[in-house]
């Protein structure tokens, strides 16, 4: 198999989109997160934390959809704790972000080895399986790859533009993005910068939690301490990519989906000798060049990381 | 209502003891973990002391497992005098760990010359690493945190392509770097412990630390820098030079406790060399209110939950992984509590609209 024959079949495209969606979900949450001002390190561990909230609810009740609810709510719980941290208490953001992290970290790997205990082969469940929808999937080549995936994707798909339209269309959106912009000048006309970057967190949560779930609900169905593996990392670079808005960070999400497909199928092609490690270094080699490049470029929200004090004139 | 930050009067009594109720206040999380976990938290706390104090062996053991941490917690506060996130301290370490693993198992370097190699060339190979990300960041203003997040990955999955390829033994198959010569070995002060070179390095280093972020210009500049950078740069400091310099000690510090789990500990590079000493040394500096002493006590805490948490794990049945919980709770911990020490929490009527200034 030639590196041309591997991208060059419905069935690369198809996973790209696959595994394009936990990054763009996470790219989203850290979106949300960037436009009220708030870097969102925590992300990587909102993810961990989702995709056992998912996986355990739908182990133990048996419904998918039980576990997407279950993430999204454990998800929006860490985002309001992280909202105490560094919105009310003003920590700073880098290591706060970061201790959010290794303490839910810990906290799921403990609370799946109490859960589930150690067992040669870990327990599992049924995933999602695709909808293929009527009549789009019909479509040649287009169809196969974009309409016959998982209900979560096709949310997914609704998600861009409805965030698109909140964030640029509706007075909450241009509240959101001005508190992250100004939140002296957002206080000014009556937002409250405070209450806003809390909601702005708790929605970042979920669909943080969302990407997590969707890793062992829709594609492995089952929980492994590595299931995120800097995935939530890869979705701050992501956003820069994206340049803070939803259809761009659409593309770049797609394109690391695409880059992940691609370094899988090398692995299995057997077309390159090389040890597979070098393959899995690829999307984060990838997302180091993204950073590099797109430094230069980027306008990141001007008061990110800029904690908001009401009493400071 | 509305919460409100009071600043306090400065106390210095305040300062010094609020990593400690920080610590307090995440054992007593971790006591609710133990209590869920169905273990009597009063008897699991025995035994983790027992494990990592009680004896000989086990306080040298918890020691040997501080050093690494020591390490890394330095790099990490020297890098953070100048405001640079090195969060890369677990990439730095395992190219440490790798750079004294060749060297150590070369049969061309003179014997007395070949310890020392080893530490010069781990130090050296950490100082390389994060001096990517250095120069990205004093040179083209790239964002640290992430570009040391993914060189992390990277160099851990090169390391993992390295021990399944050109490091895998030919006639085993097993996924570990070749043993290194038994003159590498770093030498033993306390026999039948694990009290090695790499330990005093670490001390040596907390020494020489203090002594440059103290009583040096450069370590004064240093911490110019990272407090007003805008300052700095009137008064004629190269911001970028500075910042630069402080990153490469940092990965060079970091690399060093590569070498000392390679040296002192392993005798190889194994997959799980380092069970994240780079992000843990994170925890550390914060514990230590970035000063160079406090990461002494700091990286005993952390290596003392870690031992003592394996063995009160083996007899409780309380999972491990309630050490990492600890370690990320102390840190969130020692964060609040630093607010706390510096600003009263008032809760205040909210005007509905407030006049903008």
């Known amino acids: 198999m030639s590196m041309l024959d591997i991208i060059l079949d419905i069935g690369f495209f198809a996973a790209a989109i696959r595994l394009a969606v936990p990054l763009l979900l996470g790219t989203l949450s850290e979106l949300v997160a960037e436009r009220s001002g708030v870097l969102n390190l925590g992300i990587e561990g909102m993810m961990l934390a989702g995709a056992l909230a998912g996986f355990a609810t739908a182990h133990v009740t048996g419904s998918l959809w039980l576990g997407v609810l279950a993430a999204l709510l454990l998800g929006a719980l860490i985002g309001l704790l992280m909202a105490l941290l560094v919105v009310i208490l003003r920590l700073d953001q880098t290591v706060t972000g970061l201790g959010v992290t290794m303490a839910a970290t810990g906290l799921v790997f403990f609370s799946y080895r109490l859960g589930f205990g150690e067992s040669a082969v870990p327990p599992a469940i049924t995933p999602f399986s695709t909808i293929p929808l009527p009549l789009l999937s019909d479509i040649p080549f287009v169809g196969p790859v974009l309409f016959n995936q998982y209900a979560l994707t096709y949310i997914v798909y609704l998600l861009v533009p409805a965030l698109a339209f909140f964030l640029f269309r509706t007075p909450a959106g241009l509240a959101l993005r001005t508190v992250g912009e100004n939140p002296k000048a957002a206080a000014g006309v009556g937002i409250d910068p405070i209450k806003m970057r809390i909601l702005a967190l708790m929605a970042a949560g979920a669909l943080a939690g969302l990407a997590g779930a969707y890793l062992n609900l829709a594609a492995f169905g089952s929980f492994t301490f590595g299931i995120i593996s800097g995935r939530g990392w890869i979705c701050l670079a992501l956003v820069v990519l994206g340049r803070w808005k939803p259809f761009a960070c659409a593309g770049a999400a797609l394109l690391f989906g695409a880059v992940d497909a691609f370094q899988l199928r090398l692995q299995t092609s057997g077309s390159v000798d090389l040890p597979y490690q070098l393959f899995l270094a690829l999307p984060y080699v990838a997302t180091l060049i993204v950073v590099i490049v797109n430094t230069r470029f980027a306008a990141a929200p001007a008061a990110l990381m800029e904690p908001y004090d009401p009493e400071k004139r | ?357």
């Open chain 2, 1 to 357: 209502m509305r919460i409100a930050l009071e600043p306090r009067p400065p106390s210095r009594w305040r300062e010094v003891l609020m990593p400690f109720a920080a610590i307090a206040a995440s054992l007593v999380l971790c006591g609710l973990l133990i209590i869920i976990a169905g273990a009597n938290p009063f008897q699991a706390f025995a035994i983790m002391g027992e494990a990592a104090f009680a004896g000989k062996f086990a306080i040298t053991e918890t020691v040997a497992r501080a050093a690494p941490l020591v390490l890394t917690g330095l790099a990490a506060l020297v890098a953070l005098r100048t405001r640079f996130w090195n969060i890369g301290g677990e990439g730095q370490l395992l190219v440490g760990a790798m750079a004294a693993a060749w060297l150590g198992a070369r049969g061309d370097i003179p014997v007395p010359l070949l310890v020392p190699a080893m530490i010069v060339g781990a130090a050296l190979a950490g100082a390389a690493l994060a001096a990517i990300p250095g120069l990205l960041k004093t040179r083209l203003k790239v964002d640290e945190v992430v570009s040391t997040l993914m060189l992390n990955f990277i160099v851990m999955y090169l390391m993992m392509a390295l021990l399944s390829g050109p490091w895998k033994d030919p006639v085993t198959g097993w996924t570990d770097s070749p043993d290194i010569l038994m003159d590498a070995e770093f030498p033993v002060f306390w026999a039948g412990t694990r009290l090695h070179l790499g330990v005093l390095v670490a001390v040596i280093a907390v020494i020489v630390i203090g002594i440059v972020l103290k009583r040096t210009s450069f370590g004064l500049a240093m911490k110019v820098v990272g407090e007003n950078p805008k300052a700095a740069h009137h008064a004629g400091l190269d911001v970028g030079r500075i910042t630069f310099f402080a990153v490469l000690l940092s990965g060079a510090l970091a690399g060093l406790a590569g070498a000392g789990e390679v040296g002192g500990t392993q005798f190889q590079v194994i997959a799980s060399i380092s069970p994240g000493f780079g992000y843990a040394g994170l925890v550390v500096a914060m514990l230590a209110r970035l000063s160079a002493v406090g990461v002494i006590p700091a990286a005993v805490f952390l290596a003392a939950i870690t031992t003592g948490a394996d063995e009160m794990s083996r007899q409780t049945g309380v999972p491990f992984f309630i050490a990492d919980a600890v370690q990320g709770l102390s840190l969130i911990a020692v964060l609040v509590a630093m607010t706390l020490a510096r600003y009263r929490i008032r809760w205040r009527p909210s005007p509905k609209r407030e006049a903008a200034s």
